[in-house]
C-alpha cells in the first residue's frame, strides 16, 4: 500500500453469468499481460488483474461486521440497516430456512445494485424454483431495508467454483509463466535477505511483466537504513539478470497510517453500505482520498446536474453523511481529521 492511500470503488462490467467466473481470476486476456506480486508480512500474493476483479468484488459488496452494525443502529438514516451479517450470507440463511436449495448469494459488480441468487438442484428443480426463490429474496431484502436492490436467479455450477494456483497457471502464456517464476525469485530473495538483515519493513511487491519492471516497498519513517535496503534489492536483481527494474521506496508515517487505515476500514464501508442500500440516496458508489489534504469523502449518485431536485437531494446526502460523521463512535475513528464530503452527479458534476 502507497503512504499516497488513495481508495476507489472500480467500476467493472462482468456479465451475471460470468460472476462466478470473475472470482476463479480468470479472465485469460487480461491474466496474460500483467502479474504482480506482493509480499505481506509472512504472506505472498499472487495479483493479476483477474484477481483484482475479485479484490473490487469482496470491496464493492455489502458487509456488515458486529462492530459496524452497532454503529449504524446508532444513526438515524442507517438504523435499519442493523443486519449483525452480511446482506448476502442473510439471504442465503433465510431462503434454506425456508426451505430452497440455495448454494449461496453474490452481489453484483458495482455500481449495479443486484443481488444474484445461486440455486442448487437439477435443472428442473432450477426452472420450477427460480421465481418463487427470487420473490422470496425480494421480500428478504425488503425487510432489512434493502429497497434499492433487486435480485436475479443464477443456477449454481460446481465447475465454477475457485480453481486452484496451478490450474490458474495453465491458462497462462509461456511468456508470462515465465514473469512468474522470475517474481518467486525475486520475492523470495528480497525477504530472505530483509529478514537477514534486520530491515523494518511492512511490506513489499514485485511487478513483473511485458510492460513494468519494478520493485516497491513500504518503510516506516524510523527505519534509517534506506539506502542499504535499496541496494540490497538492486544486487539481487543484478545477480539474477532479469533485466532492469525500478526500485521504489514508499516512506511513511506509522501513526498516520493506522489512523487513514482506520477510517478506511472502520468509516468508509458503513458509510457506503447505508447509502447504497436505500433509494432516497440516490447512490451508486463512493470514493475516498487523503491526498492532498483535506480527506475527500465522494459520494458518487445516479442524479443527473440538471435535475430540477438533484440540489436538494445532495444536501439530504451531505447532511446525513455529516450525522454519521459525528456521531460519538466515528469521532473516536476519526480523531479530528478534516475532511471535505463531496457529492457528485452521474455526470461528474459537483452538486454540493
Same mark, same amino acid.
Given at each position: 500500500?502507497?503512504?499516497?492511500?488513495?481508495?476507489?470503488?472500480?467500476?467493472?462490467?462482468?456479465?451475471?453469468?460470468?460472476?462466478?467466473?470473475?472470482?476463479?481470476?480468470?479472465?485469460?486476456?487480461?491474466?496474460?499481460?500483467?502479474?504482480?506480486?506482493?509480499?505481506?508480512?509472512?504472506?505472498?500474493?499472487?495479483?493479476?488483474?483477474?484477481?483484482?476483479?475479485?479484490?473490487?468484488?469482496?470491496?464493492?459488496? @455489502?458487509?456488515?461486521?458486529?462492530?459496524?452494525?452497532?454503529? *449504524?443502529?446508532?444513526?438515524?438514516?442507517?438504523? =435499519?440497516?442493523?443486519?449483525?451479517?452480511?446482506?448476502?450470507?442473510?439471504?442465503?440463511?433465510?431462503? /434454506? !430456512?425456508?426451505?430452497?436449495?440455495?448454494?449461496?448469494?453474490?452481489?453484483?459488480?458495482?455500481?449495479?445494485?443486484?443481488?444474484?441468487?445461486?440455486?442448487?438442484? @437439477?435443472?428442473?428443480?432450477?426452472?420450477?424454483?427460480?421465481?418463487?426463490?427470487? /420473490?422470496?429474496?425480494?421480500?428478504? *431484502?425488503?425487510?432489512?431495508?434493502?429497497?434499492?436492490?433487486?435480485?436475479?436467479?443464477?443456477?449454481?455450477?460446481?465447475?465454477?467454483?475457485?480453481?486452484?494456483?496451478?490450474?490458474?497457471?495453465?491458462?497462462?502464456? !509461456?511468456?508470462?509463466?515465465?514473469?512468474?517464476?522470475?517474481?518467486?525469485? *525475486?520475492?523470495? !530473495?528480497?525477504?530472505?535477505?530483509?529478514?537477514?538483515?534486520?530491515? =523494518?519493513?511492512?511490506?513489499?511487491?514485485?511487478?513483473?511483466? %511485458?510492460?513494468?519492471? =519494478?520493485?516497491?516497498?513500504?518503510?516506516?519513517? @524510523?527505519?534509517?537504513?534506506?539506502?542499504?535496503?535499496?541496494?540490497?534489492?538492486?544486487?539481487?536483481?543484478?545477480?539474477?539478470?532479469?533485466?532492469?527494474?525500478?526500485?521504489?521506496?514508499?516512506?511513511?508515517?506509522?501513526?498516520?497510517?493506522?489512523?487513514?487505515?482506520?477510517?478506511?476500514?472502520?468509516?468508509?464501508?458503513?458509510?457506503?453500505?447505508? *447509502?447504497?442500500?436505500?433509494? $432516497?440516496?440516490?447512490?451508486?458508489?463512493?470514493?475516498?482520498?487523503?491526498?492532498?489534504?483535506?480527506?475527500?469523502?465522494?459520494?458518487?449518485?445516479?442524479?443527473?446536474?440538471?435535475?430540477?431536485?438533484?440540489?436538494?437531494?445532495?444536501?439530504?446526502?451531505?447532511?446525513?453523511? %455529516?450525522?454519521?460523521?459525528?456521531? $460519538?463512535?466515528?469521532?473516536?475513528?476519526?480523531?479530528? !481529521?478534516?475532511?471535505?464530503?463531496?457529492?457528485?452527479?452521474?455526470?461528474? =458534476?459537483?452538486?454540493?
Amino acid at each position: 500500500m502507497s503512504n499516497k492511500i488513495k481508495r476507489e470503488i472500480d467500476n467493472i462490467e462482468i456479465p451475471k453469468e460470468l460472476h462466478y467466473r470473475a472470482k476463479q481470476g480468470i479472465q485469460q486476456a487480461k491474466v496474460e499481460t500483467k502479474v504482480s506480486k506482493r509480499f505481506m508480512g509472512n504472506r505472498k500474493i499472487a495479483i493479476s488483474t483477474a484477481v483484482l476483479i475479485m479484490f473490487f468484488i469482496v470491496i464493492g459488496s @455489502t458487509f456488515v461486521s458486529p462492530t459496524m452494525s452497532s454503529i *449504524l443502529a446508532k444513526v438515524p438514516f442507517l438504523s =435499519n440497516i442493523t443486519a449483525s451479517a452480511p446482506i448476502e450470507k442473510v439471504l442465503t440463511e433465510e431462503l /434454506n !430456512e425456508r426451505g430452497y436449495k440455495v448454494h449461496g448469494v453474490d452481489q453484483a459488480p458495482y455500481p449495479k445494485k443486484i443481488m444474484y441468487v445461486a440455486i442448487n438442484g @437439477t435443472q428442473a428443480y432450477y426452472e420450477d424454483n427460480k421465481d418463487e426463490i427470487l /420473490n422470496e429474496a425480494e421480500d428478504i *431484502l425488503l425487510a432489512h431495508n434493502y429497497d434499492a436492490f433487486s435480485v436475479q436467479t443464477v443456477k449454481y455450477n460446481r465447475e465454477k467454483e475457485l480453481v486452484t494456483e496451478e490450474e490458474m497457471m495453465e491458462n497462462l502464456s !509461456e511468456e508470462t509463466k515465465q514473469y512468474v517464476k522470475e517474481s518467486d525469485i *525475486l520475492i523470495e !530473495e528480497i525477504h530472505q535477505k530483509f529478514e537477514e538483515s534486520g530491515f =523494518n519493513t511492512s511490506g513489499f511487491g514485485v511487478t513483473h511483466n %511485458e510492460y513494468d519492471h =519494478n520493485v516497491t516497498v513500504d518503510v516506516p519513517n @524510523t527505519e534509517k537504513r534506506t539506502a542499504e535496503i535499496e541496494q540490497t534489492i538492486q544486487q539481487i536483481i543484478d545477480s539474477n539478470d532479469f533485466g532492469e527494474f525500478d526500485i521504489k521506496l514508499n516512506i511513511f508515517n506509522k501513526e498516520r497510517r493506522e489512523l487513514e487505515s482506520a477510517i478506511a476500514t472502520s468509516v468508509i464501508p458503513p458509510l457506503h453500505e447505508g *447509502l447504497r442500500a436505500r433509494k $432516497e440516496f440516490h447512490t451508486k458508489g463512493m470514493a475516498y482520498s487523503f491526498h492532498p489534504l483535506p480527506l475527500q469523502i465522494i459520494v458518487k449518485t445516479t442524479i443527473d446536474s440538471s435535475d430540477r431536485d438533484a440540489k436538494e437531494i445532495a444536501k439530504k446526502i451531505e447532511t446525513n453523511v %455529516e450525522e454519521f460523521l459525528n456521531t $460519538e463512535e466515528i469521532k473516536k475513528v476519526m480523531k479530528n !481529521e478534516p475532511y471535505k464530503i463531496i457529492v457528485r452527479s452521474s455526470d461528474q =458534476n459537483k452538486l454540493n
